[in-house]
């Protein structure tokens, strides 16, 4: 059974960071673009960013941009979303997701595999 499962979120204060994982079980995922999506209360899904199975390609939300990094470490298996200068409208679920193949891609209909998602809250 394939598993997505998403840890780090928590509270935190306007300006400060947290740093997000996601740990693939079930499946390897190394050939797998990956990326974090978030939902906020009353909104849709809306991608913040990919990243390529090597690594080499990333693509950001432009409200994250200059602040939020995605990175991944395939010999775990694992995805990190390092968020800085955090933002009370950076507070939602945050959803690691993966594709099995392709391109990275910025809409959710393009992946295969989700995660639980994991709360991040952001306090002015």
């Known amino acids: 059974q394939v598993q997505l499962v998403e840890s780090g979120g928590g509270l935190v204060q306007a300006g400060g960071s947290l740093r997000l994982s996601c740990t693939a079980s079930?499946?390897?995922?190394?050939?797998?673009?990956m990326g974090w999506f978030r939902q906020a209360p009353g909104k849709e899904r809306e991608f913040v960013t990919a990243i390529s199975w090597s690594g080499a390609n990333t693509n950001y939300a432009d409200s994250v941009k200059g602040r939020f990094t995605i990175s991944r470490y395939n010999a775990k298996n694992t995805v990190y979303l390092q968020m800085n200068s955090l933002k009370p409208e950076d507070t939602a679920v945050y959803f690691c997701a993966a594709r099995t193949n392709g391109l990275i891609a910025t809409i959710p209909d393009a992946y295969d595999y989700w995660g639980q998602g994991t709360q991040v809250t952001v306090s002015s």
């Open positions: 079930g499946r390897s995922f190394r050939t797998s673009p």
